[in-house]
């Protein structure tokens, strides 16, 4: 059977479309389960402390029982919280998007996780102008990121994650940086292919190994009319930086498909500490 090139470029983009949703649908299993896991260790928190409160009858035991109940309790509200903002945020249609405040509801779901890998998270966030983004695809792109920053540091480190406004260029910045493994020059290049991956397979947290995450961030930041770089060492870490166009006016441009570009530096070595 004959194809033209037309028939073949759209069958193209069908394919990448579904790779797309299995990315999206890999990362919201991913979530899902962070999530359980996450309000299953605040119920046994509470449990335990009503247990302790039961048991020992004496005023300070029972203060301390209920000021660790009243912290769990707190902590599963803003779980829930985050939860239902992924929930509001469900339209897949552009909005003015508050970057940071994406960026505390994904850490509100990772933060036990970061502390269990011993990975201490730094924020350098500016009070930066709204993007016009589709809020839940920046917070998938996001996640990516994170987990892959994460599983870069096997024994632990520092993950900054930054924001910044080029007012000149008029876009909003989103760094994401750890101090891991880095990735050497030969690999950086195939990092965003699609199935391009190093792991071999889910670690124990259920995450990563498909090779389809960057490759998704790619896409996504690529319809949103960003862009998105890579910085690495080998050894020492890497910084992955998203630019996405701030809303300044009134009536935001809407996204170009060809202002787009993604950035790999050929000389990785002078890439890394420059921002
Ligand atoms: N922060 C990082 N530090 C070091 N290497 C990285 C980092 N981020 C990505 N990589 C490399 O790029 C590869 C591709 O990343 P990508 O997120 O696309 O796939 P993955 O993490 O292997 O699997 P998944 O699709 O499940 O996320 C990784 O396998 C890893 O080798
Ligand atoms: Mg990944």
Same mark, same amino acid.
């Given at each position: ?43 046994? #928190? ?12 004496? @005023? ?7 000021? %660790? *109940? ?17 929930? $509001? ?21 990772? @933060? !036990? ?24 695809? *920046? ?24 924001? %910044?406004?080029? $007012?000149? /260029? ?6 994401? !940086? ?28 259920? %995450?990563?190994? #498909? ?8 896409? *996504? ?6 862009? *998105? $770089? ?44 420059? /921002?």
């Amino acid at each position: 059977m004959q194809h033209s090139v037309e028939q073949l470029e759209q069958q193209i983009q069908v394919l990448e479309n579904r790779l797309l949703d299995a990315q999206k649908s890999a990362s919201l299993g991913e979530l899902v389960g962070t999530t359980t896991h996450e309000f299953n260790n605040v119920l046994m #928190t509470i449990i335990n402390y009503a247990k302790m409160g039961v048991r020992h009858k004496d @005023e300070a035991t029972r203060d301390k029982a209920f000021a %660790k *109940i009243m912290a769990a309790g707190e902590r599963a509200a803003k779980i829930t919280n985050s939860v239902l903002g992924m929930a $509001r945020n469900r339209n897949e249609e552009f909005d003015k998007v508050n970057l940071e405040n994406i960026i505390h509801e994904t850490m509100v779901l990772l @933060e !036990r996780e970061m502390q269990k890998y011993q990975i201490s998270v730094e924020y350098d966030l500016a009070g930066v102008p709204a993007v016009r983004a589709i809020g839940n695809q *920046i917070q998938q792109v996001l996640l990516n990121l994170l987990i892959n920053a994460r599983q870069a540091m096997q024994s632990g480190g520092r993950l900054i994650i930054r924001t %910044k406004f080029d $007012r000149q /260029s008029g876009m909003v910045d989103l760094v994401v !940086r750890d101090y891991g493994s880095g990735i050497e020059p030969d690999k950086l290049r195939k990092i965003f292919d699609a199935y391009y991956s190093t792991k071999s397979g889910p670690d124990e947290s259920g %995450k990563g190994g #498909t090779g389809l995450g960057l490759h998704a961030c790619h896409k *996504i930041i690529q319809s949103h009319g960003g862009k *998105i $770089r890579v910085d690495s060492t080998p050894g020492k870490g890497t910084a992955f930086t998203i630019k996405l166009p701030a809303v300044t006016t009134a009536e935001p441009p809407l996204p170009q498909m060809d202002a787009t570009h993604m950035t790999i530096p050929q000389n990785t070595q002078n890439g890394f500490g420059a /921002s």
